[in-house]
C-alpha cells in the first residue's frame, strides 16, 4: 500500500511570504501529526489531528497552523516566514490513535524541505 | 520535563556490533521507539518496545529496556556500511499523541 505522501519535496520561498504543505497519509490512517527537524533544534511537534481535531499542539508561534480534511489528508501552513523557519517538515500517520504499538505505530513521509531566503 | 537523551556521535568497524543508547524522562510512555534517518530521506521506524517488556529482538536488532533508571539500547548485530545512519529514540507520553525525540545518533561504519 502507499506510504505517506507529502508535497512539495523541496520549497524556495522568500521571507514574509506564506506557504502551505500538504500530508496524505495512509490509506485508513486517522491520525496526521506534524514535525520540524532543524539541525539546532532537532525534531520538534508541531501538532496533531485525528478525525479533523487538533488534539496537541506544540510550543510554537500562532504562524503556523493547520488543519486535516474529511479524508485525513492534512495540510499545515506557515504565514510570514522568517529565516529560522528553514527546516525539513515531516508528517506522520498513524492508524487510530497514535499511541504507540504495531497497529498505532508512526509511518513518516520523506518530508518536505523548505529554505527561506 | 520532557527530555530524551542521546548520545551524539558512534563510530564502529563493519562486522562490529553497535549500541546507541538512550535516557528518557517520562514514565507513563507505553511504547518506545527507536527510528532511522538516512541523508535527505524522512524517518523509518526500526522497531518499538512495550514498556511492559526488558528485551525485543528483531533479527540483527535487540533493544533493551531498564525502566527503573528510564534507560532504553539499541544493539545492532554484525554492523554493515548501510546502517551508516542517524538513530533517534522516541517516546510516547500518554495521551500526549506525539513523539518526544532524542537528539540523534549518528552512527559511522567503518570498513
Known amino acids: 500500500k502507499a506510504g505517506v505522501t507529502q508535497t512539495p519535496r523541496y520549497l524556495i520561498k522568500t521571507r514574509g511570504q506564506q506557504v502551505t504543505l500538504s500530508c496524505s497519509p495512509i490509506?485508513?490512517?486517522?491520525?496526521v501529526s506534524w514535525y520540524q527537524q532543524t539541525p539546532g533544534q532537532g525534531l520538534q511537534f508541531l501538532f496533531e489531528?485525528?478525525?479533523?481535531?487538533?488534539?496537541n499542539k506544540g510550543n510554537f508561534p500562532g504562524r503556523f497552523s493547520g488543519r486535516q480534511f474529511s479524508n485525513s489528508r492534512s495540510e499545515m501552513n506557515v504565514s510570514t516566514l522568517e529565516l529560522g523557519d528553514s527546516a525539513l517538515y515531516l508528517c506522520?500517520?498513524?492508524?487510530?490513535?497514535?499511541?504507540?504499538?504495531?497497529?498505532?505505530?508512526?509511518?513518516f513521509g520523506s518530508g518536505t524541505r523548505l529554505t527561506v531566503v | 520535563g520532557e527530555d530524551v537523551e542521546q548520545s551524539l556521535f558512534l563510530s564502529v568497524r563493519e562486522g562490529d556490533s553497535s549500541v546507541i543508547n538512550c535516557t528518557y524522562t517520562d514514565s507513563s510512555s507505553t511504547y518506545l521507539y527507536w527510528y532511522k534517518q538516512e541523508p535527505g530521506a524522512g524517518l523509518q521506524l526500526l522497531t518499538y518496545?512495550?514498556?511492559?517488556?526488558d528485551m525485543k529482538q528483531d533479527q540483527r536488532l535487540t533493544v533493551l529496556l531498564n525502566k527503573k533508571d528510564k534507560h532504553l539500547s539499541l544493539r545492532i548485530a554484525d554492523t554493515q556500511t548501510g546502517d551508516s545512519a542517524i538513530y533517534f529514540c522516541?517516546?510516547?507520553?500518554?495521551?500526549?499523541?506525539?513523539?518526544?525525540f532524542g537528539s540523534g545518533t549518528r552512527l559511522l561504519v567503518r570498513p
Open positions: 522516541a517516546e510516547v507520553p500518554d495521551s500526549s499523541y506525539k513523539l518526544i
Open positions: 506522520a500517520s498513524s492508524l487510530q490513535h497514535g499511541t504507540g504499538g504495531e497497529r498505532n505505530g508512526y509511518t
Open positions: 490509506s485508513g490512517h486517522r491520525s
Open positions: 518496545i512495550f514498556s511492559n517488556m
Open positions: 489531528y485525528f478525525s479533523e481535531t487538533q488534539r
